[in-house]
């Protein structure tokens, strides 16, 4: 699976951002997907999964209640809808594919990593 994050930029606290994930070369609804972030000199951490289906979802505590996963199978894509954005939440995000199908938390389940997209809160 190829997967191509876009959707960063540059915003302001408060602001909303959405960022989408573009899959191919496998059938995308086969895999769970899910979203990391990486801010400079910090772990790779999680931040949303989202089941084959859609149905499922898990987040990270951190934005539970202000990011919103989804996808569409139809469209090989999956999306991360960012609201209320904090200074904090500045990193680079990363998509990933995990076949277990159901949506999981740990970096090690996720066979596929797209290259990543800025996203930058200003205060």
């Known amino acids: 699976v190829q997967l191509q994050a876009s959707g960063g930029g540059l915003v302001q606290a408060g602001d909303s951002l959405r960022l989408s994930c573009a899959a191919s070369?496998?059938?995308?609804?086969?895999?769970?997907m899910g979203w990391f972030r990486q801010a400079s000199g910090k772990e790779r951490d999680f931040v949303a999964a989202?089941?084959?289906?859609?149905?499922?979802?898990y987040y990270a505590d951190s934005v539970k209640g202000r990011f919103t996963i989804s996808r569409d199978n139809a469209k090989n894509t999956v999306y991360l809808q960012m609201n209320s954005l904090k200074p904090e939440d500045t990193a680079v995000y990363y998509c990933?594919?995990?076949?277990?199908?159901?949506?999981?938390?740990?970096?090690?389940?996720?066979?596929?990593w797209g290259q990543g997209t800025l996203v930058t809160v200003s205060s």
């Open positions: 989202i089941g084959w289906s859609g149905v499922s979802t």
């Open positions: 070369g496998r059938t995308f609804s086969n895999y769970a």
């Open positions: 990933a594919a995990s076949g277990t199908v159901v949506p999981r938390p740990w970096r090690v389940e996720y066979d596929y």
